[in-house]
């Protein structure tokens, strides 16, 4: 069973900048994808950044240019800093893992983000 603990987040001001951080607890292994997905209130969860387990980022329109994603601990937790916070870019980011041997998608239990204006 894999366990992903979250950190950071919480509250922002406008134009700062967070950082949030994930932990894998539990057999990943060598072939994998993690990130980091939002949901605003009343909208769906939509990926923001991955980043594969041979190093490939990619980045959401909406975080593009000013955000950075990583792996550290040998790909087994992931990082996203996210500069010139916007008030868009409140919401519960969830960070993910998706396997490919087995075929799984795990997800941590959220973490609140909101931005003042």
């Known amino acids: 069973q894999v366990q992903l603990v979250e950190s950071g987040g919480g509250l922002a001001q406008t134009g700062g900048s967070l950082k949030l951080d994930c932990a894998a607890a539990g057999n990943i292994g060598s072939a994998n994808v993690m990130g980091w997905y939002r949901q605003a209130p009343g909208d769906w969860r939509e990926v923001v950044a991955a980043m594969s387990s041979i190093g490939h980022p990619s980045y959401s329109d909406s975080v593009k240019g000013r955000s950075t994603i990583s792996r550290e601990n040998g790909g087994k937790s992931v990082s996203l800093e996210l500069d010139s916070l916007k008030p868009e870019d409140t919401g519960v980011y969830y960070c993910?893992?998706?396997?490919?041997?087995?075929?799984?998608?795990?997800w941590g239990q959220g973490i609140q983000v909101t931005v003042s204006s």
């Open positions: 993910n893992v998706k396997t490919i041997h087995p075929l799984r998608d795990y």
